[in-house]
């Protein structure tokens, strides 16, 4: 079946721009997670949504970051301002269950963000 | 979070077995140890995970010490597609972890032809 879905694949922001990142995850997964990855290094954790409520935000590094998910299904991350130390790669994931050890997650693959 | 250590890299050659190791000497009794791997442009990809007991999948094999403050990931015949960064997690699914993955910086495998 079809996996997780992420848009636009590219995206160039100048500067001060908002720009909205889109996530379709897999049909009926319960759980969706977000994460920053920086050239390099392993992605790091942003926030996390169970069904329609986010139930963890620990990993925003500003307000400006901000995300969504009203229906329960497809999920949206927005950045406000963009600032060229955003520039990275945005996964999102999703996941059958909620806090089960035996639902992996499957990763979309990535939007690249730079910021000019 | 109970953190990983894991080689920077590692080499292999085409159709030779590898060992991944992990050392996770502060894990918990609530951990479990997953492996992921990311392919170059790609998002990570669950490969297996396992509490106690080795495990085995289509993918690898898993041999967790009897102490758990070790692991390994043994891919039994590497091909080419197996080049990529191997992540070793321990992902906590009790109180508010919500059973979210902590990265470190993981394994680069190189296999040769």
């Known amino acids: 079946g079809a996996g997780v879905s992420q848009s636009p694949r590219y995206k160039v922001a100048k500067r001060g721009q908002d720009v909205a990142l889109r996530c379709d995850p897999i049909?009926?997964?319960?759980?969706l997670f977000w994460y920053q990855q920086a050239l390099g290094q392993g992605p790091e954790f942003l926030t996390y949504f169970q069904n329609e409520a986010q139930l963890d935000k620990s990993g925003l590094p500003s307000d400006r970051f901000f995300a969504e998910r009203p229906e329960g299904s497809v999920s949206t991350l927005k950045i406000q301002r963009t600032q060229q130390e955003d520039s990275a790669v945005y996964l999102c994931?999703?996941?059958?269950?909620?806090?089960?050890?035996?639902?992996?997650?499957?990763f979309g693959n990535g939007t690249r963000l730079t910021v000019t | 979070d109970a953190k990983t250590t894991q080689p920077n890299s590692m080499e292999s050659n085409e159709e030779e077995p590898v060992h991944l190791p992990c050392n996770h000497s502060t894990i918990s009794g609530t951990d479990y140890i997953h492996w992921y791997r990311q392919l170059p442009s790609q998002g990570p990809e669950y490969v297996i995970h396992g509490l106690t007991s080795n495990v085995n999948n289509r993918m690898a094999s898993l041999a967790i010490a009897e102490d758990r403050k070790s692991s390994t990931l043994i891919l039994h015949r590497a091909t080419l597609r197996d080049a990529a960064v191997y992540y070793c997690?321990?992902?906590?699914?009790?109180?508010?972890?919500?059973?979210?993955?902590?990265f470190g910086q993981g394994t680069i495998l190189t296999v040769h032809p």
């Open positions: 049909s009926g997964h319960v759980s």
């Open positions: 997690i321990l992902r906590d699914v009790g109180g508010t972890s919500y059973g979210k993955l902590t």
């Open positions: 994931a999703s996941s059958f269950d909620r806090d089960s050890y035996n639902s992996p997650l499957h």
